[in-house]
């Protein structure tokens, strides 16, 4: 991987970041794996069944919404690209962690 365009996953011509944000989306998934985890060896299985539904609502909600984003590219000549992933991103992680919290009350 080229260290100088760490922003675009090593390949700025196939990828790109121009909101320098799509590290916190990373990072973000590794803590809400990481709490997973925590959880299932801690034995807490309600939360780590809220931890479950969680990733998945962000993961379906992420996928479906980037690929509207990529859909609208030429339309929008590549801004909604950009802006779409970002926003994308953002709602994402909004959506689990609410859905997680939603999950939490229920099977309490």
């Known amino acids: 991987m080229n260290p100088g365009f760490l922003y675009a996953a090593g390949n700025p011509v196939n990828h790109t970041d121009p909101n ?9 998934s590794a803590l809400d794996w990481a709490g997973l985890a925590k959880d299932v060896l801690s034995g807490d299985s309600a939360a780590a069944y809220a931890d479950k539904v969680g990733i998945i609502t962000g993961i379906g909600f992420e996928a479906v919404c980037g690929a509207v984003a990529i859909g609208g590219a030429a ?12 926003a994308c991103g953002v709602v994402s992680y909004e959506l689990a962690e609410a859905t997680k919290q939603g999950t ?3 099977v309490s």
């Open 20 to 28: 320098g944000t799509s590290f916190f989306g990373d990072f973000s």
């Open 75 to 86: 339309a929008t000549l590549g801004v909604s690209v950009g802006l779409g992933v970002t």
């Open 104 to 106: 939490e009350i229920a």
